[in-house]
């Protein structure tokens, strides 16, 4: 008889552990065994040699004390019974996925042993159906179509971004700083409103952008902004319900209707940002200097391939622009903080000190300031202004010399209280008797 593969590889296997398999030896000792049999190269039927894990042998001693020789059989694979993939399967599975798009690979398997007595692997099924354009996820989801919006006309709505940059030296701190680029791009004429490398990506820096961009191209009607940490917080939400301009902010991982702005950055990164890295960037200053006069010079006034004239003449053609009131847009762009004054009458803010009505220590207040001028900064509690506060200057306190009136010379009473005291002492040690009466005649001293 032909000898059993199986039978012949369990053998081989208890060949090389059955020294371990000894039920004399203690754990450590059987330990000491499985090492010694792990470090070593054990020959093969075949002739060659190959070393086994610690893993591998204990799996096998443990096979082999629990089932005994039939343990150490290797396992029956899985796709036992599986045939070979034909041509008619796979379009026999397709048709099954056609039929009914929710059917997973492992019914499509299931329904193919059932008819054909064979079975396809699943994963084969799913392989094959997706190089079909056949996945499961494609066919049961609706298909979602994207049309182009642009809009009407200008300052209909603004689209901002943060295009991080490459590293620039800063004069106030060791070292280099990463640049970000704040930046807003109009919809409708895809003009460049404007735009500033800043050092941090943060909600001040942001609204510096948004103030120039207002103050230099007028009002918009709708901003559209991601969810970034600069555009989702309450200072814009406030800047925006001031001004009457709808905040709207795209979706998460939804792209879609910021492709204007994807373009613009990568014209940005390829027209400019390249060139400024390949002369050097010496200063942020230097940075911002050179981006102004681009966006004016270049991106500004180059013919738009889609559009078909420049984004500046397209812009100014919208007619006069909206702009803001100074006051209003003042407003707007305010910041507002609370703070408890302490029993020196003063606020701390951005690292310094003002002093505030005596009248409030104790109390929380309302600190209303542009950020851009701490050198003005308006006190409220309760929905009552109780005026500026005054920037805290420490020197040396000096009150005024106030006359006093010299009050008149009390009349003497004659009172000596040490002496009342010494009389009270005598009378109540020695009573009325005096020395002499204390002293004979023959004492009292010639």
Not at 95 to 123: D, F, G, K, M, Y
Not at 246 to 275: C, D, T
Not at 319 to 324: D, F, I, S
Not at 395 to 409: T, Y
Request: charged share 30%.
């Amino acid at each position: 008889m032909p000898p059993d593969p199986a039978e012949a590889i369990a053998l081989f296997r208890y060949r090389v552990v059955a020294e371990a398999t000894n039920e004399r030896l203690s754990s450590a000792e059987r330990g000491l065994v499985v090492r010694e049999l792990a470090g070593g190269l054990h020959e093969l039927p075949d002739g060659s040699r190959k070393a086994f894990s610690r893993a591998t042998l204990d799996r096998w001693i443990r096979a082999c004390r629990a089932e005994g020789l039939d343990g150490l059989r290797p396992a029956p694979r899985s796709d036992i019974g599986t045939a070979r993939v034909t041509p008619e399967l796979i379009e026999e599975a397709c048709a099954l996925r056609r039929e009914l798009p929710v059917r997973s690979a492992e019914q499509i398997s299931r329904i193919l042993r059932a008819r054909h007595s064979v079975r396809v692997a699943p994963r084969t099924i799913r392989e094959h159906l997706r190089r079909r354009g056949l996945d499961r996820a494609r066919l049961t989801s609706e298909p979602r179509v994207f049309g182009r919006y642009e809009a009407e006309h200008p300052n209909e709505r603004w689209i901002g971004d943060v295009l991080v940059g490459p590293f620039v030296p800063h004069p106030r701190v060791a070292g280099s700083r990463r640049a970000y680029l704040f930046l807003l791009v109009d919809d409708h004429s895809r003009l460049l409103l404007h735009g500033r490398w800043m050092t941090a990506e943060n909600t001040r820096a942001g609204q510096v952008v948004l103030r120039a961009a207002i103050l230099r191209r007028g009002l918009p009607q709708n901003l559209y902004l991601d969810n970034g940490a600069p555009f989702a917080n309450a200072a814009l939400d406030r800047t925006c319900a001031v001004l009457g301009v709808r905040l709207v902010h795209s979706q998460p991982y939804s792209p879609q209707g910021r492709g204007k702005q994807e373009r613009l950055n990568r014209f940005i990164r390829e027209a400019f940002l390249a060139e400024a890295e390949h002369v050097g960037i010496e200063t942020f200053e230097a940075l911002n200097d050179r981006f102004m006069a681009w966006a004016e010079r270049d991106a500004n006034t180059r013919v738009h391939a889609e559009t078909g004239v420049t984004p500046i003449s397209r812009f100014l053609a919208g007619g006069p622009l909206r702009h803001a009131d100074p006051d209003l847009l003042r407003e707007a762009f305010r910041w507002s903080v609370t703070r408890v004054v302490t029993r020196t009458a003063q606020v701390s803010l951005a690292g310094n000190r003002y002093s505030v009505e005596p009248t409030l220590v104790g109390r929380r207040v309302e600190l209303r300031f542009d950020p851009e001028d701490l050198s003005r900064i308006e006190v409220w509690c309760e929905g009552r202004s109780f005026g500026a506060a005054v920037p805290f200057v420490l020197g040396r306190h000096v009150h005024r010399a106030v006359p006093q009136a010299v009050p008149p010379s009390p009349e003497p009473t004659g009172v000596d209280y040490l002496g009342l005291v010494e009389e009270q002492h005598a009378a109540d040690t020695l009573g009325r008797l005096t020395y002499r009466d204390l002293v004979s005649d023959e004492e009292e001293p010639s």
